[in-house]
């Protein structure tokens, strides 16, 4: 016999791994424990190394992320020392393999892997439609496959009394599964019943008399509350026998029993709108194919045009509505992790999903119902299931773009007269958690929002970075007590990322920073995260832009924590950085960075920017032509002020008269006052912004002159492209041969022949020049689909023709597109194929976003280098 003991590093909490290895082992002696960062197995058996690491791989939980396993051999006398520290579990004792309680305090210096959020699983979803399961109906069945993490944990190692579970005592029964390692649910820390698990309740939204509140069990059933829109119920204790409202006096609580579920199904059948608390925060939903209720869900959120995103029954009305092209996208949407997913929209999709749920777009996102709640709004024994929407607009609970609801008080405060009603519970949201956004990229998934399901499984630094020339160190130097980074990201899109050891943790989404509650927002969650993984920054990284908040709060962070050291970090740097960190790459390399705004090293807005950098150091060798900015924050929704920014550069204010009447641009009112500013400065500020530039060829081109809300202009843009692309036959954004048609002159260009672009047979050689040319071509009456292509493919050409001029001065021939600009998947697969027929390594995104939620990482690996 040999005796071992394995440490598995990874996601292997929440997953079912102590199970998992109690069942492996049956029949051998030792035990198995969590420890925070890793699963510890202390093993006497016949075997060899090699054997116990691959049964191990192979036969583990398909929702464990295993990263590590360390394998070491043991003395008689070493096993039977560790074997005797371990307790065993409730109902582990004499059992020859046990699972061993886990020890209070967290091993020092040890990884850390905090599990995400699992979709509700297939065996649950089975349970929760059985008349004979004791789960039947249970808004909250879950299991160790499946069911809330990191939205519900408070601290690790992931134990029930360390989450938001733990004012639910389990019951008999649920605690005889919990100890059965037999069992589906042996140690899953949520597992509950409609005996001894959170209740729904429903609150219907009165003016006059507050809200009515219907409750999904049958121990309460209506609560009216007379001086306050809203309450929240807290569970004191486990058999209901207290219900307390906030900020109330006083409660009329009747006998009468309600159905939540069935109150909540009806009210979206009668085209109302309702916030609804899943997972990780509140969603609005309301009816996705009556028009008349998303118009209004769209006048009262203040979003006139904003695409929505929607959540359907099943897989089969996902197909009923778009394009699954393939088994990956089919695989993302019934997975474990459910993301929102961009699909091609199907033509015949509108009685289904109202055209005013995603105007002038041809894809739609689309996710499958992750928790169990969701399911049961589909589908529930009342009676009005085929009345019921098969698609429901399920757009995140907040104001655009800002940070998702998790509490009643927030849906209250911040969108009290946006839904009619509240479909709520009593388990507490820790955490948030939006939803995550998945794009496709040559037939791989491309986030475009990184959060539940996939935060925060943390990125790793590879042995690579460490080999390099570089101050850095995994472990603490001996003049400070930590190494570890703390980053805030950006203004937009906000995540934060926290380095510790060789693992950088990005959060899930934040959202904007637009307000003090969007700060405290990031301030809890940046505290609530560092607690878990026990960090102590030594680095905190921030944006270089003085007024950005994310700043703020790092400054206020060094201010709080003596010893700490802040880092700035220029903002498109950070986004080549993002892209590094993911492909592991720290050598040299050609960053493009194409975004929106940020604040450059001269003081002007970059945006369009190529640097030769490494892991230390960058030098801007390239930037799109510059322009002036004039107007502050409005001219970024208002393209057509970009427009004449550029015009005014050109031409006499004589003629640009004519030529705005001409494309029909704007209002002469705006001619002269931004005149002036462009002449004199007021107001003003150089730029060499991408994203600006793409929204001033949509205002030329009449797609979007004025944005309502951010990227409407460049996606109209690049929607123009793709559908003129269709119409000359080249169906796949990605092919190959799509090289061949963009860059060449041959029979299949797309553009055809030049003059019918009305434009110069030989190639621009700037952007501002391109821009020119654009114009010329449309007012002398260029299809507009085809100018939209043309930009596209005239930017990748330069782009290209740009990094072959660096190479040929710096020998780097490795290039990583980054930013914003390259969520736009045809510039990414016309810049990308272009590099590669011409001999570039080419890096980019997929896990981590190319927009400003991915430059936390960037920033936490330069703040790593910087230690």
């Not at 929407?389 to 609801?405: D, H, M, Q, W, Y």
């Amino acid at each position: 016999m040999d005796y071992f003991r394995i440490k598995i590093y990874g996601i292997v909490q929440g997953v079912g791994f102590r199970p998992f290895i109690s069942r492996l082992f049956q029949g051998c002696r030792g035990s198995v424990k969590n420890c925070g960062s890793y699963v510890d197995v202390l093993l006497k058996a016949a075997t060899e190394k090699e054997q116990l690491r691959n049964r191990i791989i192979v036969n583990a939980p398909k929702r464990a992320e295993i990263v590590d396993i360390q394998i070491q051999n043991l003395s008689k006398q070493e096993y039977q020392d560790l074997l005797s520290e371990d307790i065993p579990e409730r109902g582990e004792s004499g059992k020859s393999f046990f699972i061993a309680k886990s020890p209070e305090e967290k091993p020092a210096g040890e990884p850390v892997f905090i599990p995400p959020d699992l979709a509700v699983c297939d065996d649950c979803a089975r349970e929760l439609y059985d008349p004979s399961n004791r789960r039947y109906l249970h808004p909250f069945i879950n299991c160790t496959q499946c069911g809330p993490r990191l939205t519900i944990i408070d601290s690790l190692p992931y134990d029930r009394y360390r989450t938001s579970m733990k004012i639910f005592p389990m019951c008999g029964p649920c605690g005889k599964e919990y100890t059965d390692p037999h069992d589906r649910r042996y140690d899953a820390q949520p597992v509950c019943c409609n005996d001894c698990g959170p209740k729904v309740y429903f609150l219907k939204h009165d003016s006059k008399s507050g809200p009515e509140i219907e409750s999904h069990d049958a121990d309460y059933s209506k609560i009216t509350r007379h001086n306050a829109d809203y309450s929240k119920i807290t569970r004191h204790n486990a058999d209901y026998s207290k219900i307390t409202c906030h900020n109330a006096d006083d409660y009329e609580i009747s006998s009468r029993n309600g159905d939540a579920i069935t109150q909540a199904r009806r009210a979206l059948i009668n085209g109302e709108i309702i916030a609804v608390k899943g997972i990780g925060g509140f969603h609005l939903y309301c009816d996705a194919s009556n028009e008349n209720a998303v118009t209004e869900l769209r006048r009262r959120k203040g979003r006139p045009a904003k695409p929505f995103a929607v959540m359907a029954k099943n897989l089969l009305t996902v197909k009923k509505i778009c394009v699954v092209g393939n088994d990956a996208q089919t695989e993302l949407l019934t997975g474990h992790r459910k993301p929102i997913v961009l699909l091609e929209k199907r033509a015949v999709s509108q009685k289904n999903v109202a055209d005013s749920v995603a105007p002038e777009n041809d894809s739609l996102g689309v996710m499958l119902p992750y928790a169990p709640l969701q399911l049961l709004l589909f589908s529930y024994p009342d009676g009005l299931d085929e009345k019921m929407p098969e698609v429901l607009v399920a757009t995140s609970a907040n104001r655009s773009g800002g940070v998702i609801c998790r509490t009643e008080e927030e849906v209250e405060k911040t969108l009290g007269n946006v839904c009619d009603a509240i479909l709520s519970h009593d388990r507490e949201i820790l955490t948030r958690a939006d939803d995550s956004v998945v794009d496709f990229f040559e037939e791989k998934p491309y986030m475009i929002r990184r959060s539940r399901g996939y935060a925060p499984l943390p990125v790793t630094v590879t042995e690579k970075l460490f080999d390099k020339n570089v101050k850095t160190a995994s472990e603490p130097s001996a003049d400070r007590n930590s190494d570890d980074i703390l980053a805030f990201g950006g203004e937009l899109k906000n995540t934060f990322c926290i380095g510790k050891g060789r693992l950088l943790y990005p959060s899930s989404y934040i959202g904007d920073l637009s307000d003090l509650n969007s700060d405290r927002a990031l301030e809890e969650t940046v505290e609530r995260f560092l607690r878990m993984l026990d960090a102590h920054p030594a680095v905190v990284v921030c944006d270089k832009h003085p007024s950005y908040r994310s700043r703020a709060c790092a400054v206020k962070f060094v201010e709080n924590h003596p010893g700490t050291r802040l880092v700035e970090v220029q903002h498109h740097y950070a986004h080549v950085l993002s892209v590094m960190a993911e492909n592991h790459f720290y050598d040299k390399v050609i960053g493009v960075s194409y975004d929106g705004t940020g604040y450059g090293d001269d003081g002007t807005i970059w945006g369009g920017e190529i640097f030769l950098c490494d892991v230390k150091k960058y030098r801007r060798v390239w930037h799109i032509s510059p322009f002036i900015f004039s107007g502050g924050d409005v001219s970024a929704r208002e393209g057509f002020r970009v427009a004449l920014s550029m015009l005014f550069d050109k031409y006499k204010t004589e003629e640009i008269y004519d030529i705005i009447k001409r494309l029909d641009l704007c209002d002469e009112k705006y001619v002269k006052p931004l005149r002036a500013m462009h002449d004199t400065g007021i107001n003003s500020v150089m730029s060499t912004s991408c994203g600006r530039l793409f929204d001033a060829v949509s205002a030329v081109l009449g797609i979007c002159r004025s944005a309502s809300y951010e990227g409407e202009a460049s996606m109209g843009l690049e929607t123009a492209a793709e559908r003129y692309l269709r119409s000359r036959n080249v169906t796949s954004r990605y092919a190959d041969d799509l090289y061949r048609k963009v860059f060449l002159d041959d029979a299949d260009d797309p553009c055809g022949n030049e003059n019918d672009l009305c434009l110069d047979v030989t190639d621009p050689q700037s952007t501002s020049e391109l821009f020119y040319r654009i114009v010329d071509a449309k007012l002398a009456g260029g299809d507009s689909g085809k100018l939209a292509f043309y930009f596209h493919r005239e930017l990748a050409r330069i782009t290209v023709e740009e990094a072959l001029k660096v190479r040929s001065e710096s020998g780097c021939a490795a290039v990583a597109l980054s930013g914003g600009c390259f969520q736009n998947t045809l510039l990414l697969a016309l810049t990308k194929n272009g590099l590669e027929k011409n001999g570039f390594k080419v890096l980019t995104a997929h896990e981590i976003p190319p927009n400003d939620g991915g430059i936390s990482l960037g920033q936490c690996l330069k703040g790593k280098v910087c230690v």
